[in-house]
């Protein structure tokens, strides 16, 4: 109750209000994006007859045109802005481009679709996994799992399993979020340069 709900029969026109988004006048922001696109705050009712669900609910991206949650994330909203000294009326500036933004709304989550994955055993930490685009203009094919698990099985049980996925996300969704969900760990260059391979790789940082 009191989040912000998403309309579903405008979701179609606001990803073409998207795509066709233009700046009108000097003033305007790029970042306004706000096209087609229409909420409200879930009330009671909408709760208790599950009228949304938990994919429709999105957040504001501050800016002068938006409406905030009424519930204890529409506070932290006013709180953090108030730390800050700002208001809405704040990110309204015609003659300061950079500080006139209207803001925008995204989803608190998604789903990604046409997903796919496929398991592969290698052994050479640096060998790519998929087909770069430098290696497709060059027509350098990607190393079979199957021409590398050949031989006796010791041998394959020293290869490094790894895993290939696939999907696809909406606009303003990230691929890395993605996998720190389903991996359920970081995806910082910092994490990454501590994990070490096991097998014939062992010792390897990769």
């Known amino acids: ?8 029969e405008n979701e179609e026109e606001a990803r073409e209000g998207e795509a066709e988004a233009k ?4 003033g305007d922001s790029q970042s306004t994006q ?6 409200r705050v879930a009330d009671k009712v909408d709760v208790e007859t599950s009228k ?7 957040l504001p991206l501050v800016g002068s ?10 506070t932290v909203f006013g709180a953090v802005l108030a730390e800050m000294s700002l208001t809405s009326d704040n990110f309204k500036n015609a003659q300061l481009r950079e500080l006139s933004l209207g803001g925008d709304y ?11 994955f496929r398991v592969v055993e290698y052994c050479d930490p640096l060998q790519p996994l998929l087909q770069t685009d430098l290696m ?3 027509e350098e094919p990607v190393l079979s799992s199957s021409s590398e698990t050949k031989g006796d099985k010791s041998s394959n049980d020293d290869n490094i399993i790894g ?5 696809t996300l909406p606009s303003s969704s990230y691929a890395t979020i993605a996998l720190r969900e389903l991996t359920k760990r970081p995806t910082s260059a910092e994490y990454q340069k501590t994990l070490r391979l096991e097998g014939r790789c062992e010792g390897k940082q990769i």
Request: charge should be positive; hydrophobic fraction near 45%.
């Open 52 to 58: 949304f669900s938990f994919s429709d609910v999105v």
């Open 65 to 74: 045109k938006v409406q905030f949650p009424t519930n204890d994330v529409g």
């Open 163 to 167: 895993l290939v996925v696939g999907f």
């Open 106 to 116: 995204r989803k608190l989550v998604c789903k990604p679709s046409d997903v796919e």
């Open 136 to 138: 497709a203009l060059q």
């Open 23 to 26: 700046v009108e006048k000097k």
């Open 1 to 8: 109750e009191g989040d912000l709900v998403l309309l579903k």
């Open 34 to 39: 706000l096209q087609g696109k229409s909420v």
